[in-house]
Structure formats: C-alpha cells, structure tokens
C-alpha cells in the first residue's frame, strides 16, 4: 500500500512521541535487552493442553526468583499445577493477570537477570499486557468479532471522532459532561473494543452510555477508517464533521512523509499480477483456532511469509538500481489506518514464529501503534507489505509499492463465489482475490506468479500454518 | 383456643394433637374447625382446657388447669416454654420442646415463618433457582456443548415473583401446620418481656396478655440492615425485603454490601439482565469468604457477567430516583473519607448485612443492656444482664444475638437451649455449623478460613496443611459440563483434625454436610477417607479432598472399615 511510513521520514517520529533517534542506535539497545529478558511461557501441562489459564500468580512485580521457585499457578484442562522458573531472576513484569489464558507456548510474564532491568522489561510488556488482560473477560461479543473479517486489527480507537462529545453532557447528573455515565457493561466493552467513552453518546435512560452505544461507537470506528484508508489519503475527511469545508488544511508530518513517499515510489517500475484464493479451508481453520487468540491478519501474514520463504526473490528489494539485495529474514508489514494517517507494524520474522505467538505480537503492535509508541524498527523493517481492505468489502485493490522493498500485496475480501469445479461441478466457494505490485527491477512476472501459486496452495491446504 | 381472634380468623385449623390436650375434649376441639371470631371468646376457652389466655382478663386463675394437663410443672405456669418469635430459630426450638413434652407457645406480631421463610432464604431460593435456569439456557456454548439448541430463553417478571411468593406462603403454611399439629400455641401479637418468666404480647389496638413460662427463648431475630444517610422508599432503594418481591427489574443497580445477600441477588439481576454495580466498603470483594476462594469466585460470578464495583467505598447518601432524577449515590473513599465518586442507577439495593430485631422486647425489665442491639448471651445462649450475671430462664437464639447470622444456626441454638432446659447439658458447636451462598455456581463453607487457621496455629503452635480438589477431575461436575470449581480442606496433618472445609463449584452448598458432619463429630480424616463415595457423583470431590491431604497419624482402629457389618 502506498503511503507506507519509512526509515527515510524519521521526522514525523515527533508525532509518535519519541525523540528522533538514529534507527540502527535505537534497535542495537532494543537488541541487548533482549538478551538479558527472558520470557516465561505458558508450559504444556498435558498431552491435550492448547492453553492454560493463569490462577494465580505467587510472586509479585519486582520479586526475586531462584531457579526452581514456583511462580505461578496454572490451571490446564485437568488440573491446577505450579509451574517452577528454569532461570534465576526477577519477575519484572507480569503480561497475563490471573484469570487470564494464554495459549501453550506463548509468553506469560517476563523475567529479568538484574534488578536494573525490571523497568525496561516492564516497558517491554505494557502494551502486550494490555491486550492479554482483556482476555480475562470471558464473554467477548462474540457476533461482533465474526461479523468483522479478515484483518480484525485494523479498527483504531474512535478518538478522531470529536463530534460526540456533548452527547455525555445532555445527562442531567454528568456536570456539563464532567463526568461519564456508563452502564457496568458498557464501561466493560469499552474497554474491549478500546472504545474510549468520552466520545461516545449515551442514548440509555437519561443519556446514559450503554452497551450499544458502545457498540456503535466501535462499529463508527471502523467508519472512520474506511475514510481514513490507504485509498484516500485524504484523510476521515467525510466522515471527521470537524473539517470545516472550503478550507485549506496543511499536511502534519506525517501526511508530509507519506506524500514524499508516494511521489517517490513513481521512480519505481513496478508492474502487477492478481490471484484468486479459495479461502474456506483458511476460514474454517481461523474459526477453529480464533478463540486461543489467532488473528485473520497473523494467519495471512503467515502463509505469505511461509510463501516468501521457498521465493527468496519476492523478498528481495532494488537499493541501487544495480543490484538485487536479499533480505535475510522474512519481516511481514501490515498496513493499519490510525488517526489521521497509517502506519506499517512489523512482523518480524514471520515464517519461524508460531502462529500465537504472532498473533499476540500482532495485537501488541495494533495497541502500540494506537498509542504512537512504535519504536522505528517496529515500523520500518519490514520487507513485504501486505495490506487488506477486505473488511470494507472491496474484493480487488491496487497498492502502491513502498519505496525500499520489492513488493506489496493487496487483499480483498473473502466472498462466497459460484464457482465450477474440475470435474464439471458447480459448487459455492468462499474466494479472496489477491494482487501484488511488485518492482520489476528485481521480481519477475514468472517470480510472482509462482510465488502467488504457492500462496494460493498453503492458504487452500493451511495445516502448515499452525505449526 | 389459644388464638387470638384475628389469626383464628383465617386458620382453618390442623388436626388436633391429642399428646396432653384432655382426651375428653377431643371431640370439642373437632367442633373448634372454625373458631368464632366472637371477641375473646370463651368458646375457645371451651375448646381447649390447658389454655388461659382466651381471657381477656390477664388473670392467672385458669393457670392451675393449663398445666395440670401437662406431665407437671412443679411452679403453676402457663406454659414450659415461650419462645418469642417464630422464624426458623423459633421453629426448630418449638418442635424440639414438642418432643421433649413441653408445653410450649410462640409469640409472633407478624407472619409465622421469620425472615428466611417470607423475606430471606425460601423467596430468593425461588428467584435463584429461576436465575440458573435463565443463566444456563442462555449460555449458547454450554447449551451447545451439550448438544442442545434452544431458541431465545425469556422469562415473565410476575410469573417469576409469583413463583418466589408462592414458595414462601407454601413453606410458611407447612411450618405452621408443622406446629399447631404437635400441639403448640402460637400466640399473635408482639411479645414484651415484663419480668423473670412473664411476658405480655397483643395486637396494637387489643389489649395485652400476660402469660407465664418457666423458660423463655428470644427469637426475635432481625430486619435488613440500612447505614445513615440512605434513604429506603421500597421502590428504587430497596432492601432484600423489597426485593424479593421482584416488582421490577431494573437496567442497572446497585448494590450495595457483596457478602451473601448482594452475591446471590447479583446472580438474580444479571440473569434477568440487569447490569449491576457493587459498591463494598472492604478493600476486596466478598469480604468473609476464604480469599482463594472469594479470588475464584469474583473470577466466575462477576467479572465475567455485566458487573463492575467500587471496594474501599462507603455510600454515604442514597436519594430515591424522583422528579426525572435516577437514584443518586455518593461514594465516600472509606479511609479518607473523601468524596469519590457519584453514581446514578434505575435501583440500589442495600444489602449491608442485617441488624438485630429487639427494640420493645422489654429487656430493660430484667436489666438486660443490649449491645448495637444484639441480647449478650454466653455460650449456652443464656442471657447475660447488664452486670454480667446471667439472667436465669431466659435464653436468646438466631440473629438477636448475633452469634452467627444463619436460620440454621438459630435453629440449632434453639435445640440447643431446649436440651438444656430438659436437663440435658448441651453446647453448639459453632464452628461446625456451614454456610452456603446459592450463586451459580455455589459457593459453601464450614469452619475456618485459611488466614483464621494460620492465625489460631501460630496461636496455639500446630500445623496447618491445605489440600485442594478441582471440580475439573470430577466425572459429574464434567457430564454436567460444570467442571469450573474448586474444593478446599484446612486441617492439621498431625491429628488430622478438619479445621474448614470451603466449596465453590456445582452443588456446593449441598456437598458441604459431608464436612460439617466430620466436624460436629470429631471425625477424622485418617477415618473419613475410608469412607465410600458413590461413583459418579459430585461427592466425590470431598472423597479425592480427604484422601489428598497427607495426616501423619494412623487410621483409628475402631474405623467402620474394620469391622464388616454384613458379611
């Protein structure tokens, strides 16, 4: 997609609430504590464990850990069992709170070698913590997630929305909109639909908030990023009512850095090849594995990076005009819309991390990016995009090429199709069209056909993606 | 007879105990079916030869007939034993002193029954039961897990609270039955103490009776507990009395207190979709409870469910919703009494615990002080005047003396007294008394909680040990598809002594007799172990708890195992 967000715009970091370091600086720091904080994972407790929920917890934030201390208890499909540290540390930071489930294998608190590092691992986990203590709440609108395909993720906070805030005001005891009068349900799907309810319009008994205004809101959300996409970097135009129209309205700096961008990528020769994917094998596997946490977007980003790992060249980009660089690993970037612009989370090494656990890293990025606190190389690392407006029902799009990288994937919705088969049936199958931009410099059409025929045979057959 | 004029009214009367009524009058009391209302009539008198108080003449003449037909009292008393109050504390005791041959009465100014049967346990029994079904109907994975499908699950709020009204009336007229077929006067009107082994009662508006009993039960019990500055209108500020009545059921309440009361009735509300609000005065939730088990039980029954609450607050002002306006409540931060917060809800329930019933009981005749209005009582339930001497045939049972705030420890209080009083030394074992919470799922306990027990060993130097059962390894708890639950036993692995036994899971609160059984008994759980479980049952979940836990002493030798019975 087009107006990707690139190392080469680093101004615009402002706007995401870090002093403009240096990237390579930034990701050699990231990269030494890393070395020294370890995870703790949620263990398999039996044969038939998928995941496990946290009793609780029997150390706090901050205490000292000897290896072979029991840490927590967690309660499997059969029991309640303590689970014991392998490492010496301190438990720095606790990412699933009690009540909360994880799936096997994904990390549940983080451990720290030295007690000076408990802060930083503790930043390291915030904004995942965030998203796995929503789980603990464990009657999720189930109708709203199904309704909403593919690419989940995408729905930023309703913030941009500045419209609504007097709706609060008209409740006769909320001080002129002082206060915030919510329902105990609506305040709890507020918080999981990150909706935040200063914004929204109470329509309950004397305009008080309640579930489906929430709902709404959420559901209004979407709306704005319909406006706000990578189609029409405009920007919420239509729908943000606070634009005052017949005016002229400087970029922020970041609309700045993705129009730079866009001019750029027309020195790119790029040429494209569409693809269409029988997806109901992808579907019934993501209905399967939805309720542990799996994403559609961490399952697409999956297979393509599964698909880029047998055709290195499709990872590869054009720096010079001279040479073909082959990137070493396989960093999937998803384009999701924020307010007033977008940005590109990375997935980084997408093709070894197991599919919860990308899930997970998925949802940390979203709420790291809602928050503008994405480190550089959280969003300019990537070596293929993908991008999907699939959740608005378009069923085809063209994307424009990042400068930097080789290629772009655009992914429309999955549709029910009449489709005849080999044997001369005619049979209705669920069928997402695909198409990738590509630089011709280095990728080929013979490449990304190939590449776009092996996609289409793990998303048809995805076994491979769970394991 | 012995009823006063309005109760005999409406009584269609049981058949007649012939235990020590004149044989001869049998037949009269027949003819008595439908007693005249005719004043204080004397035909009533007539009905009956051992009864005085159909006199409107608070003399005692008739006194020496009453209890000549009783196997002796050696002093002329009307009766044996008066019991004032007949909620289930009173109930228990009458029926015991049936058994033991006394000649008994009970006073009641209102409903036979108390508060469980009319206001309490036995209506919200009914609304609880309807809650689980509406809770389990609605829950599409379970259904579906089961392999059931059922299209939307409603329900008809009068049809609901009628359910809950019909069962208090069906119960209340068994317990009355229950007494006037063995035989025990029950007296209307409020009872006042006058002095040592007199008490009066009427109506308001009659004049009083006075009647004489060698022994005298207080069994006033106690009304629904209301802090300052709350305002009760029975409609939007209500308390379980109201409640239970289900007149409405509102988008979002309040409650206020989450000990038994608020739990269960928050299970109630939320099933009949309701969005409650907890407003608790502790730090945590479910205060009173083991803290695992409070911890596991907030886990099931509130944050999942459309709950939210504010602890470590007090509400210091509740207005009713009037002229447009919600119910307002402010919180008050419970340490810095600082403002917090204000709420606005359709209802607020108050649900702060009960406060005891004993204002014009005229205890200030015998020199009796009571404390926050409980009647101080020593371990025999024997009143303890305002010297500290006890006060001789005066007993105090149930919620009046606020020992412990349970119908069925009241009603054990009462047996108790009446063993006494026939003779038979008698202490309750208040520790082994259990308590249950009828949430879904529910939650049950008996004696004492972890921190209580880690407390009293460091005390008195023993060990504590703690087993745990998860209901997840239970086969039916799983073929209900209900394995979410836990089971947990706090004893001392020296001895193996049985010092609390704490359930939350399916059925709990009737899978907690097994433990307070042991308990009331001294068993063992060297000796209990042995015991046989039915299999597959949801007993079994106690029978894995004792065998889990590690005692170090051995087997006692007279254990029922050993000795085979039929072989």
Not at chain 2, 114 to 139: F, H, Y
Request: with cysteine; glycine share 8%; charged share 20%.
């Amino acid at each position: 997609m087009a107006h990707i967000l690139q190392t080469s715009f680093l101004p615009s970091t402002s706007t995401l609430r870090r002093t403009p370091i240096p990237g390579s600086k930034a990701k050699s720091r990231s990269l030494q504590v890393k070395a020294k904080i370890r995870e703790i994972f949620m263990p398999a407790l039996s044969s038939t464990m998928t995941e496990g929920k946290i009793v609780s917890w029997m150390k706090s934030e901050g205490d000292k850990l000897s290896k072979g201390e029991s840490v927590v208890v967690v309660e499997s499909d059969k029991a309640d069992m303590d689970v014991e540290s392998f490492h010496e540390g301190f438990l720095a930071a606790i990412m699933v709170e009690e009540g909360g489930v994880a799936p096997v294998g994904s990390a549940i608190a983080l451990l720290a070698e030295t007690e000076d590092e408990i802060a930083e691992a503790k930043a390291k986990s915030q904004s995942s913590s965030g998203s796995s203590s929503a789980r603990v709440v464990e009657e999720k609108p189930k109708q709203k997630q199904e309704s909403e395909p593919a690419v989940s993720a995408v729905a930023p906070t309703v913030s941009s929305t500045k419209t609504v805030v007097v709706g609060s005001a008209v409740h006769p005891a909320s001080e002129g909109g002082k206060r915030i009068v919510a329902s105990p349900y609506a305040k709890k799907l507020a918080k999981e639909l990150k909706v935040d309810l200063g914004t929204v319009v109470g329509t309950g008994p004397l305009g008080r908030i309640v579930a489906k205004d929430v709902e709404a809101a959420a559901a209004a959300a979407a709306g704005v990023v319909a406006a706000a996409s990578p189609a029409s970097p405009a920007i919420a135009a239509p729908v943000a009512s606070g634009i005052e129209l017949g005016t002229v309205v400087p970029f922020t700096t970041m609309q700045g850095a993705v129009s730079k961008n866009m001019v750029e990528s027309l020195s790119v020769p790029t040429f494209r090849v569409g693809y269409t994917i029988t997806t109901d094998a992808l579907d019934a596997l993501y209905k399967k594995i939805k309720s542990k946490g799996v994403t559609m977007t961490a399952l697409l980003a999956k297979a393509t990076a599964l698909a880029l790992a047998l055709h290195p060249v499709i990872n590869t980009c054009c720096r010079d005009g001279n040479s073909f660089t082959y990137n070493s690993s396989i960093n999937i970037a998803v384009a999701v819309a924020i307010d007033g612009g977008l940005i590109t989370p990375v997935l980084q090494d997408a093709d070894k991390v197991d599919i919860y656990t990308l899930s997970r890293k998925w949802k940390e990025l979203v709420d790291k990016a809602r928050a503008k606190q994405l480190q550089p190389h959280e969003y300019n690392t990537g070596t293929f995009t993908l991008s999907n407006l699939g959740m608005f029902g378009v069923d085809r799009f063209d994307a424009i090429l990042p400068p930097g990288t080789g290629a772009i994937m655009a992914v429309g919705a999955s549709q029910p199709a009449v489709v005849a088969s080999k044997d001369c049936r005619i049979g209705v199958k669920n069928q997402m069209q695909v198409n990738v931009t590509a630089d011709h410099r280095v990728i080929y059409g013979a490449d990304l056909a190939s590449f776009l025929q092996t996609l289409a045979k793990i998303i048809e057959d995805p076994k491979d993606l769970t394991l | 007879m012995h009823y006063s004029p309005a109760l005999s009214f409406s009584q269609p009367t049981s058949l007649p105990t012939t235990n020590y009524a004149f044989h001869s009058h049998v037949d009269l009391r027949f003819c008595g079916l439908r007693r005249q209302p005719s004043g204080f009539s004397f035909s009533t008198h007539s009905a009956s030869t051992r009864v005085s108080l159909s006199t409107p003449a608070r003399g005692h003449s008739n006194k020496i007939s009453a209890s000549s037909g009783n196997n002796g009292t050696p002093k002329s008393f009307d009766y044996d034993l008066i019991i004032i109050g007949a909620g289930v504390g009173g109930h228990g005791a009458a029926l015991h002193a049936v058994e033991k041959g006394l000649k008994t009465a009970i006073i009641e100014g209102d409903v036979v029954g108390g508060t469980c049967v009319n206001r309490g346990c036995v209506p919200s029994k009914a609304l609880l039961a309807v809650s689980g079904r509406m809770r389990e109907l609605q829950n599409e994975h379970h259904m579906k897990a089961l392999g059931l499908q059922v299209s939307a699950a409603g329900y008809d709020r009068q049809a609901v609270a009628d359910h809950a009204n019909n069962l208090a009336s069906k119960i209340r007229s068994n317990l009355t039955n229950s007494m006037k077929a063995l035989g025990v006067d029950i007296l209307t009107g409020f009872g006042t103490i006058v002095g040592p082994q007199k008490v009066k009662y009427g109506k308001v508006g009659f004049t009083d009776t006075t009647v004489t009993a060698k022994d005298i039960i207080i069994a006033t019990g106690s009304v629904p507990f209301v802090p300052k500055g709350i305002e009760v209108d029975g409609k939007t500020v209500i308390t379980s009395d109201h409640a239970l009545k289900l007149e409405f059921v509102p988008d979002w309440v309040a409650i206020v207190g989450s000990g038994y009361i608020g739990l269960e009735f928050s299970d109630v509300y939320t099933a009949l979709g309701s969005e409650v609000t907890f407003i608790e005065a502790l730090d945590q939730l479910m205060p009173g409870f083991d803290p695992e088990i409070g911890k596991l039980a907030q886990r099931v029954l509130i944050n999942p469910r459309k709950i939210d609450y504010h602890t470590g607050v007090f509400a210091t002002k509740i207005t009713p919703a009037r002229d447009g306006k919600p119910v307002i409540i402010e919180l008050t931060d419970a340490k810095t009494k600082e403002h917090k917060d204000t709420l606005e809800v359709d209802a607020a329930l108050i649900a702060t615990g009960r406060a005891p019933f004993t204002n014009g009981l005229g205890l200030e005749n015998i020199n009796v002080a009571t404390q926050r209005g409980f009647v101080p009582v020593d371990g025999r339930m024997r009143v303890i005047d305002a010297n500290g001497n006890l006060v001789p045939h005066l007993y105090c049972i149930g919620d009046a003396n606020g020992k412990m705030m349970l119908a069925h420890a009241a009603s054990a209080q009462g047996i108790s007294v009446v063993e006494q009083v026939t003779g038979r030394d008698h202490v309750l074992n208040h520790p082994s008394v259990p308590a249950a919470c009828f949430t879904h799922p529910e939650i049950s306990m008996v004696g004492l909680t972890e921190p209580q027990a880690r407390e009293k060993a460091e005390k008195e130097g023993f060990e504590v040990s703690i087993a745990k059962t998860s209901f997840k390894a239970n086969t039916k708890a799983l073929a209900e598809n209900e394995g979410e639950g836990l089971a947990k036993l706090i004893y001392n692995p020296d001895n193996g002594e049985i010092l609390g036994v704490h359930i939350f899971g399916l059925h709990a609160a009737d899978l907690i007799h097994e433990a307070s059984n042991a308990m009331a008994l001294g068993t063992r759980i060297q000796d209990i172990k042995f015991a046989v479980h039915a299999h597959p049952t949801l007993s079994e979940v106690l029978d894995e708890l004792f065998k889990s836990a590690k005692v170090k002493a051995p087997a006692s030798t007279s254990s029922p195992v050993s000795e085979p019975v039929s072989a």
